[in-house]
């Protein structure tokens, strides 16, 4: 391969953003469309995930973290909220075994805590399964809410031992109380279904991230799509406050 190719092509990979995270919206009214009960589109969802996922992995994107149930979520009709909870339960039990195979890593971000119990179990099991995989991370935010995390990540610096405690916290202190540290900021954030608004999600790390926003519905996101939001992002120039 020639300089100039090989410069080309490292001048792609250099473009391709490291973390994408998505706020997958646009299932109920997916549904409403076809005339279908809320939960059709949930489990229409899914499917638009494994695609995601897979398609992320085509890509080269090496973090994907889903916005998949809001701390505000809970205001949702019982019924709802517990198809929701039968979803998550059904995809981390069919799908870790695959997820392994393709070598990715499944994380979770988020008050889990506060889930049902068996619920709990399987974020540990799946978590555990498959914390070797080095393709890629997948988040998913569940019972998620940005400024919960803030203030969890206040009251965890509060509850450190004072001989411990940092004497001053700065960007990079305060970065190590969130649930997950190490995960590095989305460079792109992608919202579905036409709402112009981020509702909550990664606030403390989306400081410098590029939206994007379509008015696709989630259950109809593809790679295609995918596509079409890399490209966008590729199309920008972040200047973190230079010039």
């Avoid at 809001?70 to 695959?98: A, D, H, M, Q």
């Avoid at 890629?136 to 411990?164: F, K, S």
């Avoid at 403390?204 to 259950?219: A, G, I, K, R």
């Amino acid at each position: 391969m020639g300089q100039g190719k090989a410069n080309e092509v490292e001048n792609e990979v250099e473009i391709i953003p490291a973390h994408v995270a998505i706020i997958m919206d646009g299932n109920g009214r997916w549904a409403r469309q076809r005339h279908l009960p809320r939960i059709m589109g949930h489990y229409a969802g899914v499917k638009a995930v494994e695609r995601t996922v897979i398609a992320a992995t085509n890509i080269g994107i090496r973090y994907l973290s889903l916005f998949a149930f809001s701390t505000e979520n809970w205001k949702r009709p019982k019924g709802e909220v517990l198809g929701l909870f039968g979803l998550f339960r059904y995809y981390i039990k069919c799908k870790v075994k695959k997820l392994k195979e393709e070598n990715i890593r499944l994380r979770f971000s988020g008050r889990t805590n506060l889930l049902p119990e068996d619920l709990q179990d399987l974020i540990l099991w799946a978590q555990d399964e498959t914390e070797k995989g080095n393709k890629m991370d997948l988040v998913v935010c569940l019972n998620y809410g940005g400024r919960q995390e803030i203030i969890d990540a206040v009251n965890r610096i509060l509850d450190t031992d004072p001989e411990t405690r940092p004497k001053q916290i700065d960007e990079e202190s305060f970065r190590s109380y969130l649930y997950l540290p190490d995960l590095p900021d989305p460079d792109l954030i992608i919202r579905t279904s036409g709402e112009k608004r981020i509702s909550n999600f990664w606030l403390w790390q989306s400081s410098y991230s590029e939206l994007y926003f379509t008015d696709v519905l989630w259950p109809d996101f593809d790679e295609v799509r995918l596509r079409e939001a890399v490209e966008e992002y590729q199309r920008r120039e972040r200047r973190y406050g230079g010039i």
